[in-house]
């Protein structure tokens, strides 16, 4: 970044610094005043698309490729993957963060209040380290990140592990064995786990590979993974059989074994330590990180694991399974939406982060302002995989709304929003890329999923 553009770059952020960020608010004047800084081509091109007829759910998504188009439910404008592979291919996640900050301003508008924020902090960095990279940037950040963020998870899982007095007999165990290790966890302090979860593994695994440069190992990374998830490994009762033995030891190309020597732990470790060799070989410390804590919970050593929100979900959701009074349980939940995750704290997001690789962040900040596909009528609920079916929304809202009723997720977003979105969509319809049945059809599933209307008066 020369003198000239972080002259331009201090004025602007000092306009802003104390300002807080909310959904509301872009700084789009920051942007704009970066005269010799244009966006990058792929985001703001209102060419024609190359792919003729929209037919499939590739099709759709890749109109985020072309021109800009809006989030079903907030609003914002939604980046392409092409846009997220480019910054990640060409090296700007993985430099210098003067490189980084000079790159994501003309991102700005996409970006969700959080990600934002995290990139306000770390432009603010380069006054004094324009040359560190991002993971050097968050682990500077992290003590007063992570103190911030006790002040706010302390009383709140305080007040849940209140109520455990008032819970049924047959759930007060399994419920305060979970609050014991999540204070543990709050607290980073070693606990040996009771058991290794291959799901929770793989979730991370494929949020660790979606930002490897290297397409072939992160797919054979995402395959190796894919078995630990098998039922097999959750049943202690289930045998193991010749086929899924002999599956594993072919992924991992292990030979001269006896298989029927083999067991269900031995093969864990197989997998996790092909993919902990891949780690090596790409010089990743997260993943790493990630093999070595698996293969200790395997073997009941003390770990150190990081409190995570969704982690700590999922486990309270088993703790609870069944339990018969649902008022309780309902206040329970209440309390838990309480708790701050990366998605809305600057703070937590921060932490999340601590040993990530500097791709891994730079993806990560982009990742919630992905377009996808949004099935309309949940595809769980027995919605077509069919374009009438079809919208398009941020990977955070979509992730966030999941299978709920969309009459009560889209009560939080403004009504002029869905209005914008499907005025984007009409323009395929203008230039003979989307049949205009199909599109009336995207209308109508929408009106009826959602409830709200929809002014097809303007589309003429």
């Known amino acids: ?22 959904a509301q608010k872009d700084y789009t004047a920051g942007r704009i005043s970066f005269s010799g800084m244009q966006p990058s081509k792929d985001v703001f091109i209102k ?47 993985s430099g210098p963060i003067k490189n980084f900050v000079q790159e994501m301003f003309n991102y700005l508008d ?46 709140i899982l305080k007040e849940i592990s209140a109520l455990s007095d008032e819970l049924p007999r ?25 058991e290794f979860s291959g799901k929770e593994f793989s979730y991370k695994i494929g949020r660790i590979s979606d930002s490897i440069k290297d397409d072939y190992l992160a797919g054979r990374i995402l395959k190796l993974a894919e078995p630990l998830t098998h039922p097999i490994f959750k049943s202690k009762d289930t045998p193991l059989n010749a086929k899924f033995v002999s599956k594993v030891l072919s992924m991992t190309e292990t030979r001269d074994v006896n298989n029927m020597m083999v067991d ?6 197989l997998l996790i330590r092909q993919i902990a060799k891949y780690g090596e070989i790409l010089n990743r410390k997260d ?44 206040r329970i939940d209440d309390i838990v939406k309480r708790l701050p995750n990366s998605q809305t704290s600057v703070n937590s ?7 990530a690789a500097s791709d891994a962040i730079g993806y990560d900040m982009l990742r919630p302002s992905l377009a996808t596909i949004e099935h309309m009528h949940p595809k769980s609920l027995g919605g077509p995989d069919v374009l009438g079916n079809f919208a398009l929304a941020c990977g955070r809202d979509n992730n966030n709304r999941s299978s709920e009723d969309m009459h009560h997720f889209i009560e939080q977003f403004k009504q002029s929003n869905q209005q914008r979105y499907f005025m984007d969509i009409w323009q395929e319809v203008k230039r003979n890329n989307l049949p205009k049945n199909v599109f009336f059809k995207m209308v109508d599933t929408f009106v009826q999923e959602s409830g709200r209307k929809i002014d097809t008066t303007k589309f003429k």
């Not at 006054?127 to 009383?155: G, H, M, T, V």
């Not at 047959?170 to 009771?194: A, Q, V």
Request: net charge positive; proline share 5%; hydrophobic share 35%.
């Open 1 to 22: 970044m020369n003198m000239k553009i972080l002259g331009v770059l201090t004025s602007n952020i000092f306009q802003y610094k104390n300002q807080p960020v909310n």
């Open 47 to 93: 060419s024609q698309p190359t792919f003729g007829i929209l037919r499939s759910a590739g099709d759709f998504r890749s109109l985020a490729n072309t021109r800009t188009v809006h989030c079903l439910y907030c609003g914002r404008p939604m980046l392409s993957n092409k846009v997220a592979g480019r910054l990640k291919n060409t090296g700007i996640f």
């Open 110 to 155: 996409y970006l969700h209040p959080t990600e934002k924020e995290a990139l306000k902090k770390i432009t603010m960095m380069t006054f004094d380290s324009p040359d560190i990279r991002l993971s050097e940037a968050i682990k500077r950040l992290y003590p007063e990140a992570n103190k911030e963020l006790l002040k706010e998870q302390k009383p």
């Open 170 to 194: 047959g759930w007060k165990t399994k419920f305060n064995k979970l609050m014991r290790i999540s204070r543990y966890r709050l607290e980073e302090k070693e606990y040996i786990p009771d």
């Open 264 to 269: 269900k732990v031995y093969l864990q470790k």
């Open 287 to 330: 993943l790493l990180n990630l093999c070595d804590t698996a293969l200790k919970t395997i073997d009941r050593q003390p770990v150190k694991v990081k409190f995570s929100n969704k982690a700590f979900r999922y486990d309270l959701n088993e703790a609870l399974e069944g339990m018969p009074d649902e008022g309780l349980r309902k």
């Open 349 to 355: 997001f921060i932490t999340k982060h601590e040993n």
